[in-house]
């Protein structure tokens, strides 16, 4: 069975200082670890996966995330906030074979602080 | 190069009515995922499909739900005698292969049961 948890229900940060979304799972195998984005009445846009490839992520808009296996974690991170920025982010473990499901984290709001 | 394709975005029905979302894949992607957000939660699976065929519905509801995806034309959600307890985000996406694949989403389908 997988999971995923997102740490945090709301993170607010002020324009132009660091964003770190925190995201940890469990899988049964070495999983592919997602972030998606989810602006206001949008559908939910690919920011970036990690599919055992390099630990380290980037994405779109700036954004990367590494995984961590030791910690069983896929952190969310931005050096410098942008006001677009605000929006839901999704953490998700996808299963590398068998049947299991794609797996959602409760989701993250992310507020921008002017 | 359209991305997945959903109508109607916005759905208002009332108590017993039929609801009928459709889906339109990527281009070249015959996989189809349905998935349910309820506010304030992350999105939860619902049914996967190819064409003509369903390969999971383990996250359906017994009764009232149904969905298919016909050899021509889009994949369709059907929800029967609507509940307010309906009242949700519908979303699809679609992959190239099976749930191993990146899973693209499209915009959603907000249905409001009066």
């Known amino acids: 069975a997988q999971s995923v948890t997102q740490l945090d229900s709301h993170v607010s940060v002020s324009e132009g200082t660091p964003v770190l979304l925190r995201c940890n799972y469990s899988?049964?195998?070495?999983?592919?670890l997602f972030w998606y984005v989810q602006h206001p009445n949008k559908g939910l846009q690919l920011l970036l996966k990690?599919?055992?490839?390099?630990?380290l992520v980037k994405g779109i808009n700036g954004f990367e995330a590494e995984f961590k296996k030791s910690e069983t974690s896929f952190h969310l991170t931005k050096p410098s906030a942008h006001m677009s920025d605000a929006a839901e982010y999704f953490c998700v473990v996808n299963p590398t074979f068998g049947n299991e499901k794609l797996t959602f984290g409760t989701g993250t709001r992310l507020t921008i602080i002017p | 190069n359209a991305g997945v394709m959903q109508n109607p975005r916005h759905l208002v029905r009332r108590r017993g009515q039929e609801a009928r979302l459709r889906c339109s894949p990527m281009k070249g992607h015959s996989h189809v995922y349905w998935y349910r957000q309820l506010p304030e939660e992350g999105l939860k699976f619902m049914v996967y499909l190819q064409k003509e065929n369903i390969i999971d519905e383990s996250g359906m509801p017994k009764e009232r739900f149904s969905a298919e995806f016909p050899k021509e034309g889009p994949s369709i959600l059907r929800i029967q005698q609507v509940v307010r307890g309906d009242s949700a985000a519908y979303f699809c996406?679609?992959?190239?292969?099976?749930?191993?694949?990146?899973?693209?989403f499209g915009p959603g389908t907000r249905l409001t049961v009066l």
């Open positions: 996406a679609s992959s190239g292969q099976g749930y191993t694949d990146t899973q693209y």
């Open positions: 899988s049964s195998y070495s999983p592919s």
């Open positions: 990690y599919t055992s490839a390099a630990t």
